[in-house]
Structure formats: structure tokens, C-alpha cells
């Protein structure tokens, strides 16, 4: 059964670059079916999807953050990055990374499974 | 709109049987996948496609669609299914969509 594990730094100062990394336990990451994403939940709030990465390496992300946003992916290791730039308070949340299978023919998508999740706050 | 609307909040008695709903226009085209998420733990799946269930996930949990919403019905919920449950689906420009989340409290 495939596990993500995020890891990186849980304090980031403002205006600095968040930077977050997510292992891949089984060779399902060279896979030409799933999209590897990261998505974010502020405490006590909703879920939002920031972006992804597909096993061919294009990506897209969610308009709002498109301009701070890069996600980048190390095969070789089975990873994939998050770097969200020019952080403020306002991107404080739990980071989640999340494999994705996604089919336009059949008209459906699914995140699963998801990491644990990992904390990153923006403070001074 | 590229937005997918939740209830914020459903509750059901103990043993009944409760639906959760959630409507957008990307609904129209594509089928939501639903998520059920406790107190500091990662979101978890538990219907995709048409009525999906994942290994390991209750058959009280079943999904159903029809126009513009999409649902989750939970029959005979159990007090293990208090929860906050997201729906998902994406856009016509590929963007991944979340409802804004129910939190599900079993009387």
C-alpha cells in the first residue's frame, strides 16, 4: 500500500520562500495514470488545492497562487516539492500531500492516499 | 462558477440515515469524489465515481448525483461518522475544486 510523508520546515518567516517535500513510498510515482498534488487546510477552515504534478511532469495550479507557486518532482528518489514563495500569515496551514487518479473518460477524479500532513506556520 | 457549495453543518439521529450535499456546475459533467475528515487526521475517501467505494470503507456510505449535486448518503449512521465530509471534482480549465466542507454531528 502506497504512504506520502511531507517533511520540511514548520516555521517560515514572511516574505521567505515555503519549501516542502513529499516521499513516495512505492514505484507507483513513474506512473503515467496519477497526479501528485499538494493541497493545504488553514486551521479550522476548508480544503484547498494549490497544485500538481503529473508523472510526465506537466503541472497546473490553483489561479489564486500560480504566481508564487512551483512544483517540481525528483523521479529518481520518488518526490515531489512544493516552493511557495513571498509567504505572509495568510498561507499558515497544514500542508497535505496527495496522490491523484484522474480520468476525463470516465469523468471522475480521486485524491487517495493522502500524507499526514505537516504544519507550517509564517511568523517572525 | 467554479465553485463547489456545501451545507456547513448536518446532523442525524443515531441509526438514521442522513444525506450531504453538494452543488456546483462542474457537477454537470463530472462526478464528485467525497471525503471524510476527523479531528487531526488527514482526509480520508470514501465514494468516487458514480457510488465508489474504497477498500475498508462501510457499505452504509454511498453517493448519487443528479444535475448539478452531488451526494453522500450515510444510512444508519454510526457515532464513528461524526465527521467534516468534503466533496471534490475540477473545472473546464483542469483546477481541482473543494467544497467548502459539512461537519456531520450524530445526535
Known amino acids: 500500500q502506497v504512504q506520502l510523508q511531507e517533511s520540511g520546515p514548520g516555521l517560515v518567516k514572511p516574505s521567505q520562500t515555503l519549501s516542502l517535500t513529499c516521499t513516495v513510498s512505492d514505484g507507483s510515482f513513474t506512473r503515467g495514470t496519477y497526479y501528485w498534488s499538494w493541497i493545504r487546510q488553514p486551521a479550522g477552515k476548508g480544503l484547498e488545492w494549490i497544485g500538481h504534478i503529473s508523472s510526465s511532469g506537466s503541472t497546473n495550479y490553483h489561479p489564486s497562487l500560480k504566481s508564487r507557486v512551483i512544483i517540481s518532482a525528483d523521479a529518481s528518489k520518488n518526490q515531489f516539492s512544493l516552493k511557495l514563495s513571498s509567504v505572509t500569515a495568510a498561507d499558515t496551514a497544514v500542508y497535505y500531500c496527495?496522490?491523484?487518479?484522474?480520468?476525463?473518460?470516465?469523468?471522475?477524479?480521486?485524491?487517495?492516499?493522502w500524507g499526514q500532513g505537516t504544519l507550517v506556520t509564517v511568523s517572525s | 462558477s467554479s465553485e463547489l457549495t456545501q451545507d456547513p453543518a448536518v446532523s442525524v439521529a443515531l441509526g438514521q440515515t442522513v444525506r450531504v450535499t453538494c452543488q456546483g456546475d462542474s457537477l454537470r459533467r463530472y462526478y464528485a469524489s467525497w471525503y471524510q475528515q476527523k479531528p487531526g487526521q488527514a482526509p480520508l475517501l470514501v465514494i468516487y465515481g458514480k457510488n465508489s467505494r474504497p477498500s475498508g470503507i462501510a457499505d452504509r456510505f454511498s453517493g448519487s448525483s443528479s444535475g448539478d449535486t452531488a451526494s453522500l448518503t450515510i444510512t444508519e449512521a454510526q457515532a464513528e461518522d461524526e465527521a467534516d465530509y468534503y466533496c471534490n471534482s475540477w473545472d473546464s480549465s483542469g483546477y481541482r475544486l473543494f467544497g467548502g466542507g459539512t461537519k456531520l454531528t450524530v445526535l
Open positions: 496527495a496522490r491523484e487518479y484522474m480520468s476525463e473518460m470516465l469523468r471522475l477524479n480521486y485524491f487517495d492516499p
